[in-house]
């Protein structure tokens, strides 16, 4: 019961920060916008003519992730660390797992609210036709499981550095390496040269790999269980490297 | 409340803290003095559950800090050096989330901020973020912080850093005042704050206590302390050197000043006497007149020098005086 205040009482804070500063609302209008013109132009929704979101829409999700959750994350560990507040932070009586999943929730919550800013297309999507509603949910949640994925990797770089930047880029190259083990062009270079079964090995570590079921309509554990493995991971790591800071 | 024993930390090969024990009782306000890296800071750090010991223990309130640390935590407040504070807030919204933390809801915690508030005159700049706040209204936002939740222990590294004059004496004046229903540690270079605010004192160097009293037993280590300083007419000074010297009392007495109208000198007594070597010398005192004579008490600053750089004292020995003195009483302890 206490840990569960104890964390509300972080994600509150954590909240807080980010809509006071002007990052919280950039983020959202950059990653709109984002959405909007791959969905319309780049990705050719009017052109397919089918009620679908899967490939105009969710196709780019992994991509523009790779960019904008790095940048959500970067702050969480490497400001509180420059400043001297995780001296504060550290000495109130939480635990440091529970200041951990605060961040990250409050995070993830934020994301969230990023991703359910999206509600036009789903919108426009049903007004031009009878798409399958269920899909697009599926996508949704595959969608926000693969953001989690990220953002623990940035909160674990983030915690790893006192700057802000260096969080960025090292998470922004986990992540791009998450993403290029899946990517089509990147697999078929593999498969001139690798067996079957590496070729197998390196996809299934992609978030693509791991994403494409949900935007087919299908909740696979196997996904599940991939996204969450990947947080608890990070997670996990992240507590390490923080229980390290303070051995000194 | 707070039990320290064998405390050390190594920071690769450096020992930062190297076998520190005291302990602070309730009503007790411990003065924490050093030079900078004699491992204040870090000792600080080890008693409010920051960074673990690599030897020995904390106890806060009976609780290891630890294998205990919540409950620990929950007695302490602290104001780390440098007084951070979230930059993104405001300073009431920094609060609440500190009474927040601390378990504060509701009516409790708008009573537990306005209380802070209060004792650190925080008013003006309630709704102000704390990035904007001067330095010296940072630094009570982190104090006000640190006693939100009217802990029982209170752990303060440099509280009045950055103050200006007003402001050192109002905290100065809070510390003492909340030190007699609480167990306060804090560290400063300012050596009068001790006098004004610690009931004791604990000299640290190179990570080692090296002198644990209260300011009046420290005092007595200096060589100044029971030293006469007078001024005599009607005598040349080398006269009236050679008469003090003849006095079983006297260890040595040094010129200061010598003047057409009397010659001032400081005698420095054998061991110290209690006033006997005034009134030993206003005896002796035959054919010439004492224009001013008094006892000096004898100077903390002195004391600090002598205990932590021995070496730089050359003129008289009371620094190794001193630091045998507080060799005995460490190995005592061990």
Redesign the interface.
């Known amino acids: 019961m206490n840990a569960w205040a104890n964390i509300k009482t972080i994600t509150k804070r954590e909240l807080g920060a980010y809509f006071s500063s002007p990052l919280a609302y950039v983020f959202i209008v950059i990653f709109l916008l984002l959405c909007g013109f791959f969905t319309f132009m780049v990705g050719g929704f009017f052109e397919r003519g089918e009620a679908s979101l899967v490939r105009p829409f969710f196709d780019w999700h992994p991509w523009f992730y790779l960019f904008l959750v790095p940048a959500v994350g970067m702050r969480l560990w490497a400001e509180e660390r420059r400043v001297g507040t995780l001296e504060l932070l550290l000495t109130m009586p939480i635990t440091s797992w529970q200041a951990i999943v605060g961040k990250f929730l409050a995070s993830w919550l934020f994301l969230a609210l990023a991703l359910v800013l999206t509600f036009p297309v789903v919108l426009t999507v049903n007004y031009l036709g009878s798409p399958d509603n269920g899909v697009i949910f599926t996508g949704y949640i595959g969608s926000w499981l693969m953001a989690g994925a990220y953002l623990a990797i940035s909160c674990m770089t983030s915690a790893m550095t006192r700057t802000q930047v260096v969080s960025f880029i090292l998470s922004l190259i986990i992540c791009l390496f998450l993403i290029l083990c899946g990517f089509p062009p990147v697999i078929n270079l593999v498969e001139t040269w690798a067996g079957p079964r590496l070729v197998e090995l390196v996809t299934s570590f992609s978030v693509i790999t791991h994403f494409d079921g949900f935007q087919k309509g299908v909740l696979d554990s196997r996904d599940v269980i991939f996204f969450l493995s990947i947080i608890g991971f990070s997670l996990f790591c992240n507590s390490v490297i923080i229980r390290g800071h303070r051995a000194g | 409340m707070i039990n320290v024993q064998n405390l050390a930390?190594s920071?690769g090969t450096k020992r930062a803290v190297d076998g520190v024990t005291f302990t602070v009782e309730r009503g007790e306000v411990l003065g924490f003095l050093g030079p900078n890296g004699a491992g204040k800071s870090t000792t600080m750090?080890m008693i409010?559950?920051?960074?673990?010991p690599t030897g020995g223990w904390v106890k806060v309130g009976g609780f290891d800090i630890v294998s205990d640390?919540?409950?620990a935590?929950?007695l302490?407040g602290?104001l780390?050096e440098?007084a951070?504070?979230?930059?993104?807030?405001t300073v009431q919204?920094f609060l609440k989330?500190?009474a927040?933390?601390?378990?504060l809801t509701g009516q409790a915690q708008a009573k537990a901020v306005s209380r802070v508030v209060d004792l650190c005159f925080l008013e003006p700049v309630l709704h102000q973020?704390v990035e904007t706040l001067s330095k010296g209204f940072r630094h009570r936002t982190?104090f006000a912080?640190s006693i939100i939740h009217d802990p029982d222990v209170l752990v303060l590294d440099e509280p009045t850093d950055g103050l200006d004059p007003n402001q050192k004496h109002e905290v100065r004046q809070l510390i003492r005042r909340m030190g007699e229903k609480k167990a306060i540690i804090f560290s400063t270079h300012i050596l009068e704050e001790v006098d004004a605010v610690c009931s004791r004192t604990i000299i640290i160097d190179r990570g080692r206590i090296v002198a644990n009293g209260t300011p009046a037993e420290l005092r007595q280590k200096s060589e100044w302390a029971g030293a006469v300083t007078l001024r005599v007419s009607g005598a040349t000074g080398t006269a009236i050197a050679q008469k003090l010297a003849s006095l079983s009392t006297v260890k040595r007495s040094t010129i200061l000043k010598e003047e057409a109208g009397g010659v001032t000198l400081r005698v420095f007594p054998k061991s110290n006497q209690n006033g006997a070597l005034a009134r030993s010398i206003a005896e002796a005192a035959q054919g010439w007149q004492i224009e001013e004579l008094h006892t000096e008490e004898g100077r903390l600053d002195e004391v600090f020098r002598s205990i932590t750089m021995p070496d730089t004292i050359t003129n008289t020995g009371a620094g190794q005086n001193s630091r045998r003195a507080d060799t005995a009483q460490s190995e005592e302890k061990q």
């Open positions: 930390k920071f750090r409010t559950g920051f960074i673990p640390p919540i409950p935590k929950r302490i602290y780390p440098n951070p504070a979230y930059t993104d807030m919204g989330f500190a927040e933390i601390r378990g973020s982190c912080q």
